[in-house]
């Protein structure tokens, strides 16, 4: 009777607890709409356990739902903060629209990796050349180019150490010199023509790039103004003479024959002077001046014949000089070299220091045919002024007095034609007479001497102010 009657109490407090479990499972079971969850278990539809085990299979009952409860529940936020993209394609192609594309999250690890089998010489070779270089411009558009390692430092993509290797090699190979070199033969005039002379250019100068580019350059032999075509200077040299005078600008201070020299000042005809510098540059290795020609004079030598003067060279210097140089760049053409005007063009700007009461000196240092043609011109003066001072004492002060020429270049060219001798603890200059005419033989006297009485100039006078 007390078995009975404890079974009649069990199973009415079973059945609310079963049938409670079962509401629970089917309300979770609505809420859930995806088609990926996983199956849930169910209520139990048998029938109730013997009344002996009814406590302890409630307990394993109820722990069971909890935790079927608590893994759904989970499973339920974490899909509501990840949409299915299977349900999102399935609603996008319901509505008629084309389904939306995911932005494809990279793995750093990966990308490293397949960009070094796309990048990687093994992957390369290969291909052909053509699928090689396709392959490479894909990498260069790629995302994965640039490569972020763990601590978040940007490092090199092995596509950029290819190329950063290659560029390490080449400049191995080419120097500095080489590189200046191709730059400069890419841009230079070749050849110009000036009056009747078709001239070859030794050196590069820094005409316009238009002009530089062109095989021939067209010159004006009068103002030297540069030209493309042959049409344009002969259009330039039918202007009448009073727009474009057949001579160079500036004033005549010089005429003897059909040789003159013209002053040209560099502030006042500063287009002729640029034009001038631009012209020697093609002929001298070292010259750097082209467009501040202000501070400077430039002396104009000319031949005239029935057309004009023609330009054969010219000489500049400075305005004022506080190391009294008396020429700073010296340029004879080629058409007019090894005739004499070179120490002509000398001697005229040691003239010019005597005219001025200076002791005159060419600007330093000097290049290698500058050197020779300037010790050509001191050893044929000083032989010359032994030569009407035999028998006379003779010192180096009172040859460069009247002579105008440095003390230093003075002793510079004794000692290279061995007249310095030490005799009785001092310095002498040697004076035999069959010495001077051994040497005379071979240094023979210049061509073509300046005429002093042929000069009509007046030194230039530079108005300083002066503190009070």
Known sequence: AAAAAA????????APVAASAAA????????KSSGQAKKRPRASTSPAPPPAATTSASKKKSATLSTAAGSASRKRSKEDDTPNRRDDRQVSAKKGKAPAKRKRVENSNTNENALVDLASPAGLAGLTPKRQEK????????????????KGKVQLSPLD??????????????????????????????????????????YSSPYPQEY????????????????????????????????????PPGDEIYRQGSLSLWEVDGRKSKIYCQNLCLLAKLFLDHKTLYYDVEPFLFYVL????????????????????????????????PHYQRQGYGQFLIDFSYLLSKKEGKIGTPEKPLSDLGLLSYRSYWSAVILSYLARHHGRSVSIKSMSEETSINMYDIISTLQSLSLIKYWRGRHVI??????????????????????????????????TQREA
């Open 24 to 31: 629970s499972s089917a309300k979770k079971g609505r809420q």
């Open 161 to 202: 150490e290819m190329y950063f290797d290659k560029a390490q090699e080449l400049a191995k190979t080419v120097t500095h010199e080489q590189l200046l070199a191709g730059l400069t033969s890419e841009a230079a005039v070749d050849t110009i023509v000036l009056g009747q002379w078709e001239i070859k250019a030794w």
């Open 135 to 150: 392959r490479l411009d894909m990498e260069k558009r790629s995302k994965a180019l640039m490569l972020v390692d763990t």
């Open 302 to 333: 000319t031949e005239w014949t029935s057309s004009g003067a023609h330009i054969i060279g010219y000489f500049s210097k400075e305005k004022e000089s506080f190391l009294n140089y008396n020429l700073s760049c010296i340029m004879t053409l």
């Open 430 to 463: 040697v004076t035999k007479p069959d010495v001077l005419r051994e040497l005379s033989r071979k240094h023979k006297p210049m061509r073509r001497t300046v005429e002093p009485m042929a000069l009509r100039w007046t030194p230039l006078v530079m108005h």
């Open 212 to 247: 530089a580019r062109l095989p021939k350059v067209f010159i004006c032999e009068f103002c030297l103004q540069y030209m493309k075509t042959a049409r344009h200077l002969r259009r330039h040299m039918e202007k009448s003479h009073d727009l474009h005078p057949p001579h």
């Open 7 to 14: 079974a009649t109490v069990a199973a009415p407090s079973a």
